[in-house]
């Protein structure tokens, strides 16, 4: 499966931007897709994921409270909606995909991953 982030921009502290993580090459049915970011010199940090069958999903850490993860079946493509944004959540953006049950956000899992999306937040 090949993925690819889109939807990054500028944008000023207190918006909001809609990530679009479209999938291509196989259903995305029996997979989990993540969501992770990585700001120059830190690590990468995960974000939140969903297991693409069910919709269960998972946020944790900075995401929680402003973020959602959500997925639509007919376009085999899987969203992040970003609130509130921070210029700490100043970072590229990326989504990667792993064939199994979830939703988990151990980066190790993750065997696909798609070229990310810079989101800069001013403040």
């Known amino acids: 499966v090949q993925l690819q982030a889109s939807g990054g921009g500028l944008v000023q502290a207190g918006g909001s931007l809609k990530l679009t993580c479209s999938a291509s090459g196989r259903s995305l049915d029996d997979f989990t897709i993540g969501w992770f970011r990585q700001a120059p010199g830190k690590e990468r940090e995960g974000l939140s994921s969903i297991y693409f069958n069910d919709g269960r999903t998972l946020l944790v850490g900075s995401a929680k409270g402003r973020f959602t993860i959500s997925r639509d079946k007919a376009n085999n493509t899987v969203y992040l909606e970003m609130n509130s944004l921070k210029p700490e959540d100043t970072a590229v953006y990326s989504c990667?995909?792993?064939?199994?049950?979830?939703?988990?956000?151990?980066?190790?899992?993750?065997?696909?991953w798609g070229q990310g999306t810079q989101v800069t937040v001013s403040s």
């Open positions: 990667a995909a792993y064939l199994g049950r979830g939703p988990y956000l151990t980066t190790v899992l993750y065997d696909y």
